[in-house]
């Protein structure tokens, strides 16, 4: 198994740019996550699923949208890039609820926006 | 709210030495408590979870953590650190909150080991 994957690993946009990260898991787990890691702050909930065909917000989602139309994937768009936006972006997986379930998280994408 | 705080953004101990980082959380509920482990360049893996039953929970690499309810803590220990061990370690509370059913992360704490 490969666990969870992320696409790409690096990326360096412009400021108004759009780009969409893709998270891959083959675990058949139902609940997927999008976190941010700045320096400092730990990890931020961006959004999440907790099934395919559903998404929520999570702690900071603004400037972000997600989709999850098949299972195994969960993408995170940006529309229009901010410097802001300049983060590591880890992908997560748990089988169950993260409350109480283990989380599987992915290699993470390391984003510039100039 | 739930909420997450690691004492001391950066510690360092010496090969051999005992190993502690210190978690305090704030839950108005009986929480579910985690400590993970990021290595340089890598995702988070989990160390080890509390939930419910034995408040002395072990997990990987030789470590282990006390929940203490009446000092809401979870501190990380480990009798004799390892090289390898030099990592960035965060401990995260389960939200019964805002994101129903998702963890809160602290802001991690980055183990250095000296020879």
């Known amino acids: 198994n490969a666990g969870v994957t992320q696409t790409p690993k690096f990326r360096v946009l412009k400021t108004g740019q759009s780009m969409t990260l893709l998270c891959a898991q083959d675990?058949?787990?139902?609940?997927m996550y999008w976190y941010r890691q700045d320096p400092g702050m730990g990890l931020r909930l961006i959004h999440y699923?907790?099934?395919?065909?559903?998404?929520a917000k999570g702690e900071v989602p603004d400037g972000y949208n997600v989709s999850r139309l098949k299972k195994q994937n969960f993408l995170l768009g940006l529309e229009s890039a901010a410097p802001s936006q300049t983060s590591v972006y880890f992908c997560?997986?748990?089988?169950?609820?993260?409350?109480?379930?283990?989380?599987?998280f992915g290699p993470g994408t390391r984003l510039t926006v100039l | 709210a739930q909420s997450v705080t690691q004492l001391g953004s950066h510690v360092s101990v010496s090969e051999g030495a005992l190993v502690l980082l210190r978690c305090n959380y704030s839950?108005?509920?009986?929480?579910?408590l985690f400590w993970y482990v990021q290595y340089p360049n890598q995702g988070l893996q989990l160390l080890l979870k509390?939930?419910?039953?034995?408040?002395l929970v072990k997990g990987i690499n030789g470590f282990e953590a006390e929940f203490k309810k009446s000092e809401t803590s979870f501190h990380l220990t480990k009798p004799s650190a390892h090289m390898s061990d030099a990592a960035e370690y965060f401990c995260?509370?389960?939200?019964?909150?805002?994101?129903?059913?998702?963890?809160?992360f602290g802001k991690g704490t980055k183990l250095s080991v000296k020879p």
């Open positions: 509390y939930t419910t039953g034995a408040t």
């Open positions: 675990m058949n787990h139902e609940y």
């Open positions: 997560a997986s748990s089988l169950l609820q993260a409350v109480s379930d283990t989380q599987y």
């Open positions: 699923s907790v099934g395919e065909g559903t998404t």
């Open positions: 839950s108005s509920v009986p929480p579910y």
């Open positions: 995260a509370v389960s939200d019964y909150g805002g994101s129903q059913g998702n963890l809160i």
